[in-house]
């Protein structure tokens, strides 16, 4: 098993920048691919980014390319999402999220899910 929780989320301007973190504890070599999901009020949870266990492959929904960028360290069991030029849009509750293969990162199944992190982007 593994347990993930997010951290880093509040409330930003529009065009500021925020961090998220997603430490990782338990079987973290399960976790190939570790991703960012949103899910803003009234809308259906989405893919934001995914990345490769070495960090070599990372990929990224449309609305958040040139914007964001996931990485992660493994010494630290830490994933993380810089968020830059944020817009009142991004907006959601941000979620990480792990499982041990990579097949389609927007739309494959993840075992292993965090409890959410607020993010707020201010006009």
């Known amino acids: 098993q593994v347990q993930l929780v997010e951290s880093g989320g509040g409330l930003v301007q529009a065009g500021g920048s925020l961090r998220l973190s997603c430490a990782a504890s338990g079987r973290t070599f399960s976790t190939t691919i570790m991703a960012w999901f949103r899910q803003a009020p009234g809308k259906e949870r989405e893919f934001v980014a995914g990345?490769?266990?070495?960090?070599?492959?990372?990929t990224y929904a449309d609305s958040v390319k040139g914007r964001f960028i996931i990485s992660r360290d493994n010494a630290k069991k830490t994933t993380y999402l810089q968020m830059n030029s944020v817009k009142p849009e991004d907006t959601a509750v941000y979620y990480c999220?792990?499982?041990?293969?990579?097949?389609?990162?927007?739309?494959?199944?993840?075992?292993?899910w965090g409890q959410g992190t607020q993010v707020t982007v201010s006009s």
């Open positions: 990345i490769s266990w070495l960090g070599d492959s990372t």
């Open positions: 999220a792990g499982d041990s293969s990579w097949r389609r990162p927007a739309t494959q199944h993840y075992d292993y």
